[in-house]
């Protein structure tokens, strides 16, 4: 006889032990990359540093992390949930051995056409960008299709948190659009400027997915309220978190 886990089992499948297990690798490859740039120093900014290998390992590991959590608290097929979630720990690593390569050889990640290993490891970026896109989309539709399991407050929270993620995949897809026009045609160093004014609101944007879900985990847990004033709580959260969104936007675009 089968038996079916409830959404949000705290038991892990064996697709989310192994994005926990990448998730972590992950993230230790950006610790790793910050020990190297403290005793090899160079600049922070600018598109060769060794900042691109620390904060995507960084961010790609807990971002993995976080949705390999949130899904187990949307109603899915066993299957899709193996495929995306496969596909996507593979495109995490994918992305961050790109850059981490690339940050090793001492030349530009993104947007970098100058020779015809460099464009293969530019245009792979570009194509795992957007299966992150396709593969985030899916569980984003997944979470509005039918209301997530999980404590007072979660669904909200789970369905803020994808739409707001969306902002931040339209905003590095528009990036990447924009920088690979300006190098076809010519303009490199236009390229890798042209990317600044959208950097807050992509960077902040990608995270409302983990922060949102784990505001309404922590109260679940930490807390005696009742459901009713969780809700409003994570309501309050999903107003606030839209406001820093749109503070990273104006910035963006100000600075």
Same mark, same amino acid.
């Given at each position: 006889?089968?038996?079916?886990?409830?959404?949000?089992?705290?038991?892990?499948?064996?697709?989310?032990?192994?994005?926990?297990?990448?998730?972590?690798?992950?993230?230790?490859?950006?610790?790793?990359?910050?020990?190297?740039?403290?005793?090899?120093?160079?600049?922070?900014?600018?598109?060769?540093?060794?900042?691109?290998?620390?904060?995507?390992?960084?961010?790609?590991?807990?971002?993995?992390?976080?949705?390999?959590?949130?899904? $187990?608290?949307?109603?899915?097929?066993?299957?899709?949930?193996?495929?995306?979630?496969?596909?996507?720990?593979?495109?995490?690593?994918?992305?961050?051995?790109?850059?981490?390569?690339?940050?090793?050889?001492?030349?530009?990640?993104?947007?970098?056409?100058?020779?015809?290993?460099?464009?293969?490891?530019?245009?792979?970026?570009?194509?795992?960008?957007?299966?992150?896109?396709?593969?985030?989309?899916?569980?984003?539709?997944?979470?509005?299709?039918?209301?997530?399991?999980?404590?007072?407050?979660?669904?909200?929270?789970?369905?803020?948190?994808?739409?707001?993620?969306?902002?931040?995949?339209?905003?590095?897809?528009?990036?990447?659009?924009?920088?690979?026009?300006?190098?076809?045609?010519?303009?490199?160093?236009?390229?890798?400027?042209?990317?600044?004014?959208?950097?807050?609101?992509?960077?902040? $944007?990608?995270?409302?997915?983990?922060?949102?879900?784990?505001?309404?985990?922590?109260?679940?847990?930490?807390?005696?309220? $009742?459901?009713?004033?969780?809700?409003?709580?994570?309501?309050?959260?999903?107003?606030?978190?839209?406001?820093?969104?749109?503070?990273?936007?104006?910035?963006?675009?100000?600075?």
């Amino acid at each position: 006889m089968t038996t079916t886990r409830a959404p949000g089992s705290r038991t892990l499948r064996p697709v989310e032990r192994d994005c926990l297990v990448t998730g972590l690798l992950l993230i230790a490859s950006g610790l790793l990359h910050l020990a190297v740039f403290a005793v090899d120093g160079g600049p922070w900014t600018g598109p060769v540093s060794w900042r691109k290998p620390v904060t995507f390992g960084l961010s790609f590991g807990v971002t993995l992390l976080a949705v390999a959590w949130v899904a $187990s608290y949307l109603r899915i097929g066993g299957r899709t949930r193996t495929v995306v979630l496969g596909l996507f720990a593979a495109d995490c690593v994918l992305e961050v051995g790109g850059i981490t390569l690339q940050a090793w050889r001492h030349v530009p990640s993104h947007l970098n056409m100058e020779s015809a290993f460099d464009s293969v490891v530019s245009m792979s970026l570009a194509v795992g960008g957007g299966l992150l896109v396709v593969l985030l989309t899916v569980l984003a539709v997944a979470a509005f299709r039918h209301r997530p399991a999980g404590p007072a407050g979660m669904a909200l929270a789970l369905r803020a948190g994808f739409a707001i993620l969306l902002v931040g995949l339209a905003s590095g897809a528009a990036m990447i659009a924009r920088g690979v026009i300006l190098t076809r045609t010519g303009h490199q160093l236009d390229a890798y400027a042209s990317t600044a004014p959208l950097k807050p609101l992509h960077g902040v $944007s990608l995270h409302a997915v983990l922060v949102l879900p784990a505001l309404a985990w922590l109260m679940a847990e930490g807390t005696a309220w $009742s459901a009713e004033v969780r809700e409003r709580v994570v309501a309050a959260g999903v107003w606030a978190y839209g406001a820093a969104v749109l503070g990273a936007a104006a910035w963006g675009l100000l600075a």
